[in-house]
């Protein structure tokens, strides 16, 4: 049974950091590329950052240069780091990849 399980999200103040944490199973983690995304209230979901299997990133223009995804394969785990926070990337976040999606965890930035 293919499971994400995300953690790591809560209340920080603007110009802060959190890492967001995905654990996965059920599925061959290395061979699948690897996303988070993001939905805030009244918005569509966006993709965030994305990471193939070996390790190609991609990120979305407006979190460039302060958030990071990387994998450790052999834990099968995903994380994004998400550095000099602003109210604006207050959203649920959601792992995913090609089989399911993860349930979600509240990213809050406010002062």
């Known amino acids: 049974q293919v499971q994400l399980v995300e953690s790591g999200g809560g209340l920080v103040q603007p110009g802060g950091s959190l890492r967001l944490s995905c654990a996965a199973s059920?599925?061959?983690?290395?061979?699948?590329?690897m996303s988070w995304y993001r939905q805030a209230p009244g918005k569509e979901r966006e993709l965030v950052a994305f990471?193939?299997?070996?390790?190609?990133?991609n990120y979305a223009d407006s979190v460039k240069g302060r958030f990071t995804i990387s994998r450790d394969n052999a834990r099968n785990m995903v994380y994004l780091q998400m550095n000099s926070l602003k109210p604006e990337d207050t959203a649920v976040y959601y792992c995913?990849?090609?089989?399911?999606w993860g349930q979600g965890t509240q990213v809050t930035v406010s002062s």
């Open positions: 995913k990849c090609s089989l399911r």
């Open positions: 059920g599925f061959t983690f290395s061979s699948y590329a």
């Open positions: 990471i193939s299997g070996g390790g190609y990133t």
